[in-house]
């Protein structure tokens, strides 16, 4: 099967600008997620949706960051306007269903976002 | 959020030594797990623990989940130079996922 599919791969902006990445989870995975990984850190958790719900976005700065997963299948997040701490890599990825205990989460190969 | 401690930060080694590597937490898990990243990729799950007390092997990787359901530690046997990577553990808890701060590991052959 194919896996989570992220685009770009790599985005260079100016601070204030503005920049969407999109994420395809694995078909049929209802539950999705997007992290921040800053250089030397662990993944950070964004957002989290079930579905087309948002079930966590405590960690979001909302002030900057939007996303949104309308259809319940692929997803966008946004950041309008970059600041330079936003410059990381953001990781998308996807498990299966919700509320069953855990199953294996499954990320993309990310985007890395540099803001100058 | 629950953070996890990993240690150490990095390690340089030869090929052909064992590593050990190990996470602690001020939260009990339901699950722990080890992941690897290679540059430009994202995080690919090498071992899950699903009980306190658990040892579990993948081929020459070893993990164990903790009594106290707080640490885990992982365990590279005869590593290889394709063993370099960034090893990452995390806490599971009510479909959520808590990650460390990464164990860089490097092997000169």
């Known amino acids: 099967e194919a896996g989570v599919a992220q685009s770009p791969r790599y985005k260079i902006i100016e601070k204030r600008q503005s920049v969407a990445f999109w994420c395809n989870p694995i078909?049929?995975?209802?539950?999705l997620y997007w992290y921040q990984q800053i250089l030397g850190q662990g993944p950070k958790l964004l957002i989290q949706?079930?579905?087309?719900?948002?079930v966590d976005d405590s960690q979001l700065p909302k002030d900057r960051f939007s996303a949104e997963r309308l259809k319940g299948v692929d997803s966008t997040l946004k950041i309008q306007p970059a600041k330079l701490e936003d410059s990381a890599v953001y990781l998308c990825?996807?498990?299966?269903?919700w509320g069953t205990g855990y199953n294996e989460q499954f990320f993309g190969p990310g985007t890395r976002l540099t803001v100058l | 959020g629950q953070q996890l401690n990993q240690s150490p930060q990095s390690m340089f080694i030869q090929e052909g030594e064992d590593v050990s590597m190990n996470c602690t937490s001020s939260?009990?898990?339901?699950?722990w797990l080890w992941y690897k990243q290679d540059p430009g990729e994202g995080p690919v799950l090498l071992i899950a623990?699903?009980?306190?007390?658990e040892l579990t092997s993948n081929g020459r990787l070893t993990a164990q989940f903790g009594i106290t359901r707080k640490d885990s530690f992982l365990n590279i046997s005869a590593s290889i130079p394709s063993d370099v990577g960034i090893y990452f553990c995390?806490?599971?808890?009510?479909?959520?996922?808590?990650f460390g701060s990464g164990t860089k590991l490097n092997v000169k052959p």
């Open positions: 949706f079930q579905n087309n719900g948002v």
């Open positions: 078909s049929g995975h209802a539950t």
């Open positions: 990825a996807s498990t299966t269903t």
């Open positions: 623990l699903y009980k306190a007390g």
């Open positions: 995390a806490g599971y808890n009510f479909n959520k996922f808590y």
């Open positions: 939260s009990i898990f339901n699950t």
